[in-house]
């Protein structure tokens, strides 16, 4: 059937305001006609360097259907002469992608109410890059549920990040919603582009990305004790109390949303939130905050940029994690070698980064008064993943059968989730912490 349309592709860099552009016309007889448009001159003066994004949408005529859809990530180095390139690139692929269907291959087609539509295509021997498209209707919204210290932050963290056009703040504290969006609102026309609102439940309708962070913390819970082995599963039964009501209302106002949970613990919460739900797209943060200490800590010690450290933690987020000390290296040099090579006190250095990471959040409180920053980076950064659909590797926590229980696992992050969980190479040591984790988080579990 002959079929027509229209698209226009943008690449995006590390500003809404610096962008090219292109319309493709499909006739109805099948020919593609494209022509590249005038970039917009949003960059002017400097280099920038960052990652482009294609956006190519071809819609048919009538029906409510969408045909041929792609967003491929491509690094390039934003000059003014180059603007152009990520257009038309779009216009090719799409001129492909149309040939393709000509030829037989499946459009993806979907209701137009769909809130996703999905299709894939190789575009090696254009690219050299496999695109995959998550194309939400309207702009991409998240929600982030509960402004406290936290949610405050992780907001902040969006805001910073440009990875949503619309964030909504619900809080059962309506006042200190609206205070929030209004004191950020101010900082928004130093940033890029979002709408940023308070409101209920009822407006996160459409959102691909909810942020529960709502819940007692570890101040107000009792959870400060560094001779208390339990932790932060002490806040268990309280905030257990406080999702069997919220996710049932979180889920009917946004059934197709992902859910990332915030709150402590929020191992067991997401194991909670996943049965209450009723579906697959719930992860934690786990222990993405534990392995970034993890570096910095490491980083100190060895007077590198943490950023050049490798070294992760996994399991329960709280006292029984496991930092997999055997595989943390440095530049390809197990750190375990180098500190040996440097006569350090290896058993006397490992108890003490242990201890730090364990109790970091206490140390935090005992000056703060809350752990917010960190964790509220973190959440913006998983945000984007997710958003993206990136499948970036993080040790989020999600549903784990083998262990039958949610803990942190280096898992591949995109937009419905986690998609892949690895277990990585430990020793026989490391596998028996784990395995003491896992036991901890399951019968935390089966108390709720």
């Given at each position: 059937?002959g079929?027509?349309?229209?698209?226009?592709?943008?690449?995006?860099?590390g500003?809404?305001?610096r962008?090219?552009?292109?319309?493709?016309?499909?006739?109805?007889?099948?020919?593609?006609?494209?022509?590249?448009?005038?970039?917009?001159?949003?960059?002017?003066?400097g280099?920038?360097?960052?990652?482009?994004?294609?956006?190519?949408?071809?819609?048919?005529?009538?029906?409510?259907?969408?045909?041929?859809?792609?967003?491929?990530?491509?690094?390039?180095?934003w000059?003014?002469?180059?603007?152009?390139?990520?257009?038309?690139a779009?216009?090719?692929?799409?001129?492909?992608?149309?040939?393709?269907?000509?030829?037989?291959?499946?459009a993806?087609?979907?209701?137009?109410?769909?809130?996703?539509?999905?299709?894939?295509?190789?575009?090696?021997?254009?690219t050299?890059?496999?695109?995959?498209?998550?194309y939400?209707?309207?702009?991409?919204?998240?929600?982030?549920?509960?402004?406290?210290a936290?949610?405050a932050?992780?907001?902040?963290?969006?805001?910073?990040?440009?990875c949503?056009?619309?964030?909504?703040?619900?809080?059962?504290?309506?006042?200190?919603?609206?205070?929030?969006?209004?004191?950020?609102?101010?900082?928004?026309?130093?940033?890029?582009?979002?709408d940023?609102?308070?409101?209920?439940?009822?407006d996160?309708?459409?959102?691909?990305?909810?942020?529960?962070?709502?819940g007692?913390?570890?101040?107000?819970?009792?959870?400060?004790?560094?001779?208390?082995a339990?932790?932060?599963l002490?806040?268990?039964?309280?905030?257990?109390?406080?999702?069997?009501?919220?996710?049932?209302?979180?889920?009917?106002?946004?059934?197709?949303?992902?859910?990332?949970?915030?709150?402590?613990?929020?191992?067991?919460?997401?194991?909670?939130?996943?049965?209450?739900?009723?579906?697959?797209?719930?992860?934690?943060t786990?222990?993405?905050?534990?392995?970034?200490?993890?570096r910095?800590?490491?980083?100190?010690?060895?007077?590198?940029?943490?950023?050049?450290?490798?070294?992760?933690?996994?399991?329960?987020?709280?006292?029984?994690?496991?930092?997999?000390w055997?595989?943390?290296?440095?530049?390809?040099?197990?750190?375990?070698?180098?500190?040996?090579?440097?006569?350090?006190?290896?058993?006397?250095?490992?108890?003490?980064?242990?201890?730090?990471?364990?109790?970091?959040?206490?140390?935090?409180?005992?000056?703060?008064?809350?752990?917010?920053?960190?964790i509220?980076?973190?959440?913006?950064?998983?945000?984007?993943?997710?958003?993206?659909?990136?499948?970036?590797?993080f040790?989020?926590?999600?549903?784990?059968?083998?262990?039958r229980?949610?803990?942190?696992?280096?898992?591949?992050l995109?937009?419905?989730g986690?998609?892949?969980?690895?277990?990585?190479?430990?020793?026989?040591?490391?596998?028996?912490?784990?395995?003491?984790?896992?036991?901890?988080?399951?019968?935390?579990?089966?108390?709720?």
């Amino acid at each position: 059937m002959g079929w027509a349309g229209s698209l226009i592709a943008c690449g995006f860099g590390g500003r809404l305001d610096r962008w090219a552009g292109t319309i493709v016309v499909l006739d109805a007889a099948g020919l593609s006609l494209f022509a590249v448009s005038g970039a917009s001159k949003g960059m002017e003066f400097g280099v920038g360097v960052g990652q482009a994004v294609i956006l190519a949408a071809v819609t048919a005529v009538g029906g409510g259907t969408i045909r041929g859809m792609l967003i491929s990530w491509i690094p390039l180095v934003w000059r003014s002469e180059l603007y152009a390139i990520p257009a038309l690139a779009a216009a090719l692929v799409v001129a492909v992608t149309h040939r393709l269907h000509m030829y037989g291959v499946p459009a993806v087609e979907l209701p137009e109410a769909g809130p996703i539509v999905e299709a894939r295509l190789m575009i090696g021997a254009l690219t050299g890059i496999a695109g995959k498209v998550v194309y939400r209707g309207g702009a991409v919204k998240v929600g982030v549920v509960g402004v406290g210290a936290v949610g405050a932050a992780a907001t902040m963290a969006l805001l910073a990040r440009g990875c949503a056009r619309e964030i909504v703040l619900v809080d059962s504290n309506a006042a200190r919603a609206k205070g929030v969006a209004l004191d950020m609102a101010y900082g928004i026309p130093l940033l890029p582009a979002v709408d940023l609102m308070a409101g209920d439940a009822g407006d996160l309708a459409d959102a691909s990305l909810l942020t529960v962070t709502a819940g007692v913390n570890e101040a107000a819970g009792g959870a400060t004790d560094r001779s208390d082995a339990s932790g932060r599963l002490r806040l268990l039964d309280r905030n257990a109390a406080i999702y069997r009501e919220l996710i049932p209302e979180l889920v009917e106002a946004a059934p197709q949303a992902t859910i990332m949970v915030v709150a402590d613990p929020p191992d067991p919460l997401a194991d909670l939130t996943r049965t209450l739900a009723g579906h697959d797209r719930v992860f934690s943060t786990g222990t993405v905050l534990d392995s970034r200490r993890f570096r910095v800590h490491l980083g100190e010690i060895l007077q590198v940029l943490p950023a050049d450290v490798r070294a992760m933690v996994v399991g329960e987020h709280g006292t029984s994690e496991v930092l997999l000390w055997s595989s943390a290296v440095v530049a390809g040099v197990p750190v375990l070698d180098i500190l040996t090579q440097r006569g350090e006190p290896v058993a006397t250095v490992r108890e003490q980064v242990e201890s730090e990471i364990r109790y970091a959040n206490i140390s935090i409180i005992e000056g703060i008064g809350a752990s917010q920053y960190g964790i509220g980076v973190v959440v913006g950064r998983l945000a984007e993943a997710v958003l993206r659909d990136e499948r970036a590797l993080f040790t989020v926590a999600a549903y784990q059968h083998d262990y039958r229980v949610t803990l942190s696992l280096p898992s591949d992050l995109g937009a419905d989730g986690v998609h892949h969980m690895h277990l990585p190479i430990m020793t026989d040591e490391e596998h028996e912490a784990l395995e003491r984790s896992a036991h901890a988080l399951r019968e935390a579990r089966a108390t709720i």
